[in-house]
């Protein structure tokens, strides 16, 4: 679909209605606000590409999480990543915390979560913050149902392990 056509006011209106739930959903996966925006404008650029296919899907907004959910997968397959930020100085003060238990407890969550692999990442946020049952994540993946099951438990079993409970659901995040 080029430039100017009659489908561009369809993809502006969805992209202005489900922008930030597509963003969201990228940071959840990333936990890195940077990377999500360029998860979900790269994913946009190929709905953009496809939308006639996309709009006419049963489910735009499933269709639209695939992509990024594939663009994610692909980017975290890469040998290398990019730049790897470190600290700045050793002799740097340290920084008091000065937030909520429960923005602690999330954080630690996400670093729970960033601590798996990707596929079993992807698992739990589509189980868990996306509330996709089973046989929706492992259409979605592309994979068998009982591999999705035998996937969440073993990362739910090294959450448990490295002392977590469950993982953070999206209400706990908004």
């Known amino acids: 679909m080029g430039a100017g056509s009659a489908g561009d006011g369809r993809f502006d209106e969805y992209v202005a209605a489900r922008g930030q ?5 990228a ?9 999500a925006e360029d998860l979900v404008q790269s994913a946009l650029a190929d709905a953009y590409r496809h939308w006639r296919r996309v709009s006419r899907a049963d489910h ?25 930020p470190t600290d700045r100085t ?28 990707p596929r079993a990442r992807t698992v739990l946020v589509l189980r868990y913050y996306a509330d996709l049952d089973d046989a929706a994540i492992a259409e979605l993946l592309g994979i068998a149902t009982s591999s999705v099951r035998a996937t969440a438990s073993r990362a739910l079993a090294t959450l448990r392990a490295a002392g977590f409970g469950t993982p953070v659901t999206q209400k706990e995040i908004s």
Not at 21 to 25: A, E, M, P, V
Not at 27 to 35: K, M, Q, R
Not at 74 to 79: C, F, Y
């Open 60 to 84: 735009p907004d499933a269709y639209v999480r695939r992509m990024i959910v594939n663009k994610y997968l692909g980017w975290r397959r890469r040998r290398w990543f990019g730049e790897v």
């Open 21 to 25: 739930s597509l963003l969201r959903f």
């Open 90 to 117: 050793a002799d740097a003060a340290p920084v008091v915390a000065d937030h909520a238990e429960a923005v602690a407890a999330r954080d630690e969550s996400r670093r729970a979560l960033d601590s798996l692999p």
């Open 27 to 35: 940071y959840v996966l990333t936990t890195d606000p940077h990377t």
